[in-house]
């Protein structure tokens, strides 16, 4: 078992790099530029300054999450390689994009494209599908289950606390990723609790290893750092009691 904590932090700009990572002291996901058309087109053509501002940088990247770009086109082919040449480039395993929305009567066909993009593009292993439960996305949980297909397990996108340790208990080996953090009624996104390091525990029981990424929303960033170490000790506690 291998659990290895960090926190999720993004930019959206080039000059944002060093304002945003400079201070940095534990290890990340990188969030890449989050609109495909706003923010992504604009930097897609520096994929090298990306790269060489983290190779000579001290932040220890454990993922990426990619632009917000619909995986059901054409163009997934286009910045889903991009985003593999950096993934390459820093060492990662693991991409983590969204399943987007669409019209529903569209579903099967589309998932059939997504597996097929995954399938045709080098380095597609790489992606895992983000758990949202709306059945406007083109996958569910359950459909990325169906599918077999590599997850990303958001423990706040599933409001369900026994769905998400079924998840846990039956689709282990293709969890790829952990986006944890708290939820309450219908905020999400919120500081570790009590029932995150129970999932990091289910996580531990199963023998699995990836990285747990802390996702919270952004008036919760000053905790980061405390919390990616609580977590961490939690991960050492278990392995001790192991």
């Known amino acids: 078992m291998t659990i290895e904590t960090g926190a999720r932090v993004s930019f959206n700009f080039i000059d944002q790099l060093p304002e945003r990572f400079s201070e940095v002291d534990f290890p990340i996901e990188l969030a890449l530029p989050w609109l495909y058309r706003k923010y992504w087109l604009s930097v897609e053509g520096r994929i090298s300054e990306i790269i060489d501002f983290f190779v000579h940088s001290q932040v220890r990247v454990l993922t990426l999450h990619a632009t917000q770009g619909r995986i059901t086109e054409e163009d997934f082919l286009s910045w889903g390689s991009l985003t593999v040449e950096i993934a390459r ?3 990662v395993k693991n991409i983590t994009v ?17 597996e097929d993009f995954i399938r045709r593009m080098e380095g597609g292993e790489m992606f895992s599908i983000e758990t949202f439960t709306s059945k406007k996305r083109v996958f569910t949980p359950e459909e ?17 606390d026994r769905r998400v340790f079924d998840i846990i208990d039956n689709y282990s080996s293709k969890i790829r990723a952990v986006h944890l953090s708290g939820r309450d009624g219908g905020h999400q996104h919120l500081p570790v609790d009590g029932f995150c390091l129970e ?14 990424i802390l996702e919270y ?3 919760y ?4 750092a405390k919390d990616v170490k ?3 000790e939690h991960v050492k506690n278990l392995k001790g009691g192991s």
């Open 89 to 91: 480039a820093l060492g």
């Open 199 to 212: 999932v990091v525990e289910s996580l531990a029981n199963r023998n699995w290893s990836g990285p747990v």
């Open 144 to 160: 990325v289950i169906n599918w077999s297909l590599p997850m990303t397990l958001d423990t706040s996108h599933i409001h369900s």
């Open 98 to 114: 969204h399943p987007n929305k669409l019209n529903r009567k569209k579903k099967e066909k589309s998932q059939e494209k997504v």
């Open 217 to 219: 929303l952004p008036q």
């Open 221 to 224: 960033h000053d905790r980061l």
């Open 230 to 232: 609580k977590v961490e």
